[in-house]
């Protein structure tokens, strides 16, 4: 019976909080689901005896997954060498704006579960892309979810003093990247971007863009889109007014993107491009991450 009433509990109280993990982790709400799945077949492939013994199956769970993640980590470069274009992490909607018939499927299932802060804007998943994946565990888990190092050491196969440089490192990557963004101008500035992408208005769009601002795309080879970064303020609005004339009816809407005001493309009430941005101090965009691969949009069906 005491097994019975752990397994309960692993099952209805962690699945959540190992989803949040895994996805920071991995960037990927399909791999952070395949990843916690796996760490469950293994919990339910030991006897009852060993589970008893486990005292804290959540910590358990945990460990699992997270040594699951660092393997799919190691993997991923290589993996993602192979890429059609640039690579992104996968955006994530607030369930809340598309009302309680959006987000149909698996997709709009896991993204019910995730908790929207600042640890997965995707400016700041853009740079755990760019950490080691021993660094990236150990930043999150202890940076983000205040896991102890001596516990993130048995993920990692490192001492604690070792993981907590890790973490350091970590964390000067994330400082230097300087990502830190205020919402409320946020919001202004996207709203803004939107008015004058619908208007196909070039002189606006280049107001709004830091001269140096760089475009980043994401069509995985499945949908026509740039290959390479979109580089200055002129360049990036001459495209994407060229994408406005491309498509007739383009709707687009202002929505959170990872917990941030973003863009979402429609056409013909599908999503076809999710965009994210970075605004620097003076309230111009400085990044944009625009999502078109349909196989990372899932959660966005409406």
Known sequence: MAAVGADIHVVAGERRQLINVAYRLLGSLSEAEDAVQEAFARWYALTPGKRNEIQVPAAWLTTVTGRICLDVLGSARARRERYVGAWLPEPLPDRAEWGHGGGGGSGGDLADQMVLDESVSMALLVVLEAMTPAERVAFVLHDVFRYPFAEIGAIVGR????????????????????????????????????????????????????????????????????????????????????????????????????????????????????????????????????????????????
């Not at 500035?189 to 475009?215: H, I, Q, S």
């Not at 499945?222 to 970064?229: A, E």
């Not at 007014?241 to 007739?248: C, L, Q, S, W």
Request: charged share 20%; with cysteine; net charge neutral.
């Open 159 to 302: 001492t604690p003093a070792a993981c907590k440089q890790l973490a350091a490192s970590g964390r000067r990557r994330v400082r230097d990247a300087g990502s830190s963004v205020l919402v409320a101008g946020q919001l202004e500035t996207v709203r803004r971007v939107k008015e004058a992408w619908e208007a196909k208005d070039v002189a606006a769009l280049v107001g709004l863009l830091d001269p140096a601002a760089v475009m980043t795309a994401d069509g995985g080879g499945l949908v026509g889109t740039v290959l390479r970064p979109v580089e200055g303020s002129a360049d990036i609005a001459s495209y994407m007014v060229a994408i406005a004339d491309k498509v007739p009816g383009l709707e687009l809407l202002v929505r959170s993107v990872n917990g941030v005001p973003g863009l979402v493309a429609a056409h013909d009430g599908a999503v076809m491009t999710v965009a994210s941005f970075e605004i620097g101090e003076d309230g111009r965009v400085v990044r944009i991450w625009a999502v078109r691969n349909p196989e990372k949009l899932g959660a966005w069906v409406a």
